[in-house]
């Protein structure tokens, strides 16, 4: 039987070893259900300032949908809902209303972009992943992302300078 690390022990190790790595970003993977939101709401409890956004799965009687959600805010935005057992993105979504919100972000003050979950249904949007490429080269960003179907993850302007924890590897 394995056993698995607490939450704190796993924050600790991920800690030490993001500041040892020397890396501007962090990038928490890892299987789906692992544990990547809870390790990455431990870490934002660290954090001195930040801003972001927070993705998740809805469900309910139309159906499901993946939304968008800015950090201090209640506004939500469907990025993508459910066809045929597919996650298909609302229109120019990314192109255009995800692009303009997180191109927002690189002018404010805070020092961290936090994002959870990143590049999923992001993959087919140029524009947005530029915006992504320049937010991790301006900001200190930490952020979980899914390794599987995950354009961000094959982008090597994004990992070169991100210390990735895969969580597969704690298990």
Known sequence: ????LSVDK????TLDSYRESKKQNLILTGSRDIGKTTLFNELLKTLPDYSGFI???KIDESGRS?????????EVFTA????????????????TTANDMFRSHLNNSKSYFVFDEIGYVERNSEQFLETLKEIFRQKTVIATM???RNAIYNCDEIIDNSHIVDLDLFT
Do not use: H
Request: proline share 0%.
């Open 1 to 4: 039987m394995v056993k698995r």
């Open 10 to 13: 796993l924050k600790e190790l």
């Open 55 to 57: 993705t998740y799965l």
């Open 66 to 74: 993946i939304c968008f959600k800015e950090i201090g805010s209640d």
């Open 80 to 95: 993508a809902i459910m066809v045929d057992g597919e996650m298909v993105v609302k229109d120019d979504f990314f192109d």
């Open 146 to 148: 899914r390794k599987d």
